[in-house]
Nanobody, 121 residues
Framework: VQLQASGGGLVQAGGFLRLSCTAS????????MGWFRQAPGKQHELVAG???????HYVDSAKGRFTISRDNAKNTVYLQMNRLKPEDTAVYYC????????????????WGQGTLVTVSR
C-alpha cells in the first residue's frame, strides 16, 4: 500500500483543516487506517483511527474536535480537524494496518509521508 497524505497548512487557533490520505496498491477496505502526529521533540501519537469496519477511536485531546472518516470507493481516509489549538501543531502521518491501526507506530504495515499542520495563536 502506498499512502499519500495532503491537506496540512497554517491556520489560526479556532480554525479548521481537513487532511486526506489516499491509498493505492492493495484492497483499501481490508485495512484499518489512522492518523498519527509528531510534535517537535515528542514521540508519535495516534490521534484517530478507523477500523476496516468503520469503527472510530480518538485520543482524548481530539475527542469532540476531530472526526475520522473513510471513503472506500475513493480509497481515502479523512481527518476533519475543528477548533484547532496551538498544541495540535505537528507533522501528521497516515498509517494503514490490517483491520485496525496499532497504537505503537512501528507495528503498522504502511506509512505515508507527513503533512505539516501549524496552528498559530
Amino acid at each position: 500500500v502506498q499512502l499519500q497524505a495532503s491537506g496540512g497548512g497554517l491556520v489560526q487557533a479556532g480554525g479548521f483543516l481537513r487532511l486526506s490520505c489516499t491509498a493505492s496498491g492493495r484492497t483499501f477496505s481490508n485495512y484499518g487506517m489512522g492518523w498519527f502526529r509528531q510534535a517537535p521533540g515528542k514521540q508519535h501519537e495516534l490521534v484517530a483511527g478507523i477500523t476496516n469496519g468503520g469503527s472510530s477511536h480518538y485520543v482524548d485531546s481530539a475527542k469532540g474536535r476531530f472526526t475520522i472518516s473513510r471513503d472506500n470507493a475513493k480509497n481515502t481516509v479523512y481527518l476533519q480537524m475543528n477548533r484547532l489549538k496551538p498544541e495540535d501543531t505537528a507533522v501528521y502521518y497516515c498509517a494503514a494496518n490490517k483491520i485496525v491501526v496499532a497504537t505503537i507506530p512501528n507495528l503498522n504495515e504502511y506509512w505515508g509521508q507527513g503533512t505539516l499542520v501549524t496552528v498559530s495563536r
